[in-house]
């Protein structure tokens, strides 16, 4: 019994036993008085712990103004600061120099438990096998493909030419490659709670700006002086359908302003002469020439979808939406079939506008699927000739107010006659409500939320036309 109480943790459970049973009082006493006696086996720097510089700023926005001493810091190129992160750094390294061998012990178990081949499973598309994996000795991953190995029929033969030829795994994108080119390449734009910096991994020459970063394999955290030119960041990555491009984005400033590159997959050649600046997302038609993407403004806003047109003399890049509300961003996207490009129009606190292109035959141009509602989410997918739309709107023009996500659907033809509200397939329920969905060759899946417990149902695809799904059938 005694050895329970002098176990416990709190000061709470400590005073109620103390007033029950005051024969241990003495106990605990002396027990307090060994520990506040055992020397401690860690020792304090001697240095002060550095104290920045206060300059005094005022901050004034939405009609509230208040001070800023800190201000300075976000000049990340004042000596001051360079010279306050070098101090952070080396009562930091004085305070944890007697867990150096602790931090070695920790960082080799947590290293020996890392598998030594990481690598993502192989997606088929067309006649290839695209696949992710980190090479040995390397840190970041590499994407590769290759041709697969179960193709029957008359074109066995052709493949089998081919993939003795060129059957062998193809990089089509190193990240390490890049970082090479450009310098250091940043895995995560982490925070740290002292600097605008960003996280670095295995620096071992930098200079000028100050950043928080790892320098051994050991696991020592230092402050680094970095340039900008070191900066990498690979955003976006798609291939087109034909698999002889890949577009991705790439920022090697830090800003999170991305540029547009176009790599030729069978000369393994960086179209140079294609490069733009400003790009968010990237949508390819069927073609696969024709590429249309998104732009930002000075505000990092994406407003503007254009096209660009691979394979001509004349390289076009040309408008094909342009969203004038400073409220809405712009975001395009292809459905997983890539049979249609559709173009959404964000806004965070307001509505959503969605228009499609026909991937095909990318020259028709944009088609609107409804107006322009408050509060109106919309959602959709492509599954042989029906558009499935996940929305909250109203299901009748009697109601005013949104309501819970429902599926509805469409066919292609009808998607800008504005009647595909009366063509809801799943209705919304009180009880359950659907969170998202994913469409497959032959299923559709629903991720729900059954009085908050989450569930997943899925429904055989095609559905019929004149036929209501209950979703409480699926969950039952």
Same mark, same amino acid.
């Given at each position: 019994?005694?050895?329970?109480?002098? &176990?416990?943790?709190?000061?709470?459970?400590?005073?109620?036993? $103390?007033?029950?049973?005051?024969?241990?009082?003495?106990? !605990?006493?002396?027990?307090?008085?060994?520990?506040?006696?055992?020397?401690?086996?860690?020792?304090?720097?001697?240095?002060?712990?550095?104290?920045?510089?206060?300059?005094?700023?005022?901050?004034?926005?939405?009609?509230?103004?208040?001070?800023?001493?800190?201000?300075?810091?976000?000049?990340?190129?004042?000596?001051?600061?360079?010279?306050?992160?070098?101090?952070?750094?080396?009562?930091?390294?004085?305070?944890?120099?007697?867990?150096?061998?602790?931090?070695?012990? $920790?960082?080799?178990?947590?290293?020996?438990?890392?598998?030594?081949?990481?690598?993502?499973?192989?997606?088929?598309?067309?006649?290839?096998?695209?696949?992710?994996?980190?090479?040995?000795?390397?840190?970041?991953?590499?994407?590769?493909?290759?041709?697969?190995?179960?193709?029957?029929?008359?074109?066995?033969?052709?493949?089998?030419?081919?993939?003795?030829?060129?059957?062998?795994?193809?990089?089509?994108?190193?990240?390490?490659?890049?970082?090479?080119?450009?310098?250091?390449? *940043?895995?995560?734009?982490?925070?740290?709670?002292?600097? =605008? +910096?960003? *996280?670095?991994?295995?620096?071992?020459?930098?200079?000028?700006?100050?950043?928080?970063?790892?320098?051994?394999?050991?696991?020592?955290?230092?402050?680094?002086?970095?340039?900008?030119?070191?900066? =990498?960041?690979?955003?976006?990555?798609?291939?087109?359908?034909?698999?002889?491009?890949?577009?991705?984005?790439?920022?090697?400033?830090?800003?999170?302003?991305?540029?547009?590159?176009?790599?030729?997959?069978?000369?393994?050649?960086?179209?140079?002469?294609?490069?733009?600046?400003?790009?968010?997302?990237?949508?390819?038609?069927?073609?696969?020439?024709?590429?249309?993407?998104?732009?930002?403004?000075?505000?990092?806003?994406?407003?503007?979808?254009?096209? *660009?047109?691979?394979?001509?003399?004349?390289?076009?890049?040309?408008?094909?939406?342009?969203?004038?509300?400073?409220?809405?961003? =712009?975001?395009?996207?292809?459905?997983?079939?890539?049979? !249609?490009?559709?173009?959404?129009?964000?806004?965070?606190?307001?509505?959503?506008?969605?228009?499609?292109?026909?991937?095909?035959?990318?020259?028709?141009? *944009?088609?609107?699927?409804?107006?322009?509602?408050?509060?109106? &989410?919309?959602?959709?997918?492509?599954?042989?000739?029906?558009?499935?739309?996940?929305?909250?709107?109203?299901?009748?023009?009697?109601?005013?107010?949104? +309501?819970?996500?429902?599926?509805?659907?469409? &066919?292609?033809?009808?998607?800008?006659?504005?009647?595909?509200?009366?063509?809801?397939?799943?209705?919304?329920?009180?009880?359950?409500?659907?969170?998202?969905?994913?469409?497959?060759?032959?299923? $559709?899946?629903?991720?729900?939320?059954?009085?908050?417990?989450?569930?997943?149902?899925?429904?055989?695809?095609?559905?019929?036309?004149?036929?209501?799904?209950?979703?409480?059938?699926?969950?039952?």
């Amino acid at each position: 019994m005694a050895s329970h109480l002098l &176990q416990s943790p709190t000061r709470s459970s400590l005073s109620l036993t $103390l007033g029950l049973l005051p024969g241990f009082k003495v106990v !605990f006493s002396l027990f307090s008085s060994l520990c506040r006696r055992k020397p401690s086996r860690f020792s304090a720097p001697r240095e002060a712990p550095p104290v920045p510089k206060k300059v005094p700023f005022t901050v004034s926005a939405h009609g509230t103004s208040w001070e800023d001493p800190y201000h300075w810091m976000s000049n990340t190129a004042d000596p001051d600061f360079s010279a306050y992160l070098r101090h952070e750094n080396s009562y930091a390294e004085a305070f944890m120099a007697d867990t150096r061998n602790h931090q070695r012990t $920790l960082f080799s178990e947590m290293n020996s438990r890392m598998p030594t081949n990481i690598s993502t499973p192989t997606e088929r598309w067309g006649p290839w096998l695209y696949y992710q994996y980190i090479p040995e000795g390397k840190e970041y991953p590499v994407l590769c493909r290759k041709l697969a190995t179960d193709t029957n029929g008359w074109t066995k033969s052709l493949f089998n030419y081919v993939r003795g030829e060129f059957g062998r795994e193809k990089v089509l994108l190193d990240w390490n490659g890049i970082a090479e080119e450009y310098g250091t390449l *940043l895995n995560e734009c982490d925070k740290h709670p002292y600097s =605008v +910096g960003v *996280l670095l991994r295995n620096v071992s020459d930098v200079k000028d700006n100050v950043y928080f970063g790892r320098s051994d394999k050991n696991g020592s955290f230092l402050w680094f002086h970095v340039t900008n030119e070191i900066y =990498v960041h690979v955003g976006t990555c798609r291939v087109s359908p034909n698999h002889n491009f890949l577009a991705y984005t790439l920022d090697i400033t830090g800003s999170e302003r991305f540029m547009l590159q176009i790599k030729d997959l069978r000369s393994g050649r960086i179209l140079r002469e294609l490069r733009v600046d400003g790009v968010v997302s990237l949508a390819w038609a069927r073609d696969g020439c024709t590429l249309f993407y998104t732009i930002t403004d000075e505000n990092q806003r994406p407003y503007r979808v254009l096209c *660009l047109k691979l394979g001509s003399d004349a390289v076009s890049n040309v408008p094909i939406f342009t969203e004038s509300d400073p409220s809405f961003c =712009v975001d395009i996207t292809s459905t997983k079939d890539g049979k !249609f490009i559709t173009v959404n129009s964000n806004s965070r606190s307001s509505s959503q506008e969605v228009f499609v292109i026909n991937a095909t035959n990318p020259e028709e141009g *944009l088609r609107r699927m409804n107006k322009r509602i408050p509060g109106v &989410q919309y959602f959709l997918e492509h599954h042989y000739g029906f558009f499935y739309i996940l929305t909250n709107a109203p299901l009748t023009d009697k109601e005013l107010s949104v +309501g819970n996500y429902y599926l509805a659907r469409c &066919q292609v033809d009808d998607v800008q006659l504005a009647n595909w509200q009366l063509q809801n397939i799943i209705p919304p329920s009180e009880d359950i409500s659907i969170q998202d969905m994913d469409i497959f060759h032959g299923h $559709l899946v629903l991720f729900l939320d059954n009085k908050g417990c989450s569930m997943i149902s899925s429904i055989n695809m095609p559905i019929d036309v004149n036929y209501k799904v209950n979703v409480i059938e699926f969950v039952a």
